[in-house]
């Protein structure tokens, strides 16, 4: 007997791949955005979760540019990545991660200084940051990090990507007390909500259809 559904998504998620250009074309988009939010949180001095935003709180350390202290902060998730996602999933995620790194510490040659009120810095750095991890995800990628760890587990147990990942990035968050002002930590906190809200929300299976 052979059994039927009618659900769109489902069939559709049969049929549909994106093509090459498509994947090309995604992969930018992620990247640019994420680059950019990342550039418009570190203008305020505000941090945001995961690997980026521990990136730069060390930053602000002095101890190395953001771009290479996240690009050394990714590479034991990689190998993670290639145990568990696969090769192609790890090889994306590894040019994604170059690219942000690049693009962060270029930003502000390329647009000039930025002084952005805080508090909107933080909603628009963690939409646009939001809005290039979620591009990555649905194009078979990822900035590595908290991101590879929660992948896996909504892939393994059903764990929704966003929620995991804002309990991680708030833990995160909340190491910067021993830099950053109580100010500072608390609306990094809430940045850290919008931007795994976006992918709590808009990322989970059955949600989009198309394959990488």
């Known amino acids: 007997m052979t059994l039927r559904t009618r659900d769109p998504a489902v069939v559709t998620a049969r049929t549909t791949r994106h093509s090459p250009l498509e994947n090309v074309l ?29 990136s ?9 540019p953001f771009g290479v202290v996240f690009g050394l902060l990714n590479l034991p998730f990689f190998a993670v990545a290639w145990l ?23 930003e502000r040659e390329l647009l000039g200084a930025l002084v952005p009120e805080p508090l909107y810095a933080m909603v628009l750095g963690n939409l646009l940051a ?12 990822s900035l590595g990090g908290f991101n590879i760890v929660a992948l896996t587990a909504q892939d393994r147990w059903g764990v929704p990507a966003g929620y995991l990942l804002l309990v991680l990035d ?7 007390l021993a830099v ?23 990322h989970r299976p059955g949600r989009y259809a198309a394959l990488p």
């Open 84 to 106: 568990r996602r696969g090769p192609r999933f790890t090889l994306l995620s590894v040019a994604s991660v170059a690219a942000v790194s690049f693009l962060a510490d270029r």
């Open 130 to 141: 939001g809005a290039g991890i979620l591009v990555l995800f649905r194009h078979g990628a």
């Open 26 to 54: 995604g992969l930018v988009t992620g990247t640019s955005l994420a680059a950019l939010g990342v550039f418009v949180l570190s203008s305020s001095g505000l941090v945001t979760g995961g690997t980026a935003g521990l």
């Open 180 to 202: 950053s002002s109580g100010t500072t930590v608390l609306m990094s906190a809430f940045g850290a909500i919008v931007l795994n809200l976006i992918l709590a929300v808009n």
């Open 56 to 64: 730069l709180l060390l930053s602000y350390t002095g101890i190395a």
């Open 170 to 176: 708030v833990a995160v968050i909340l190491c910067s």
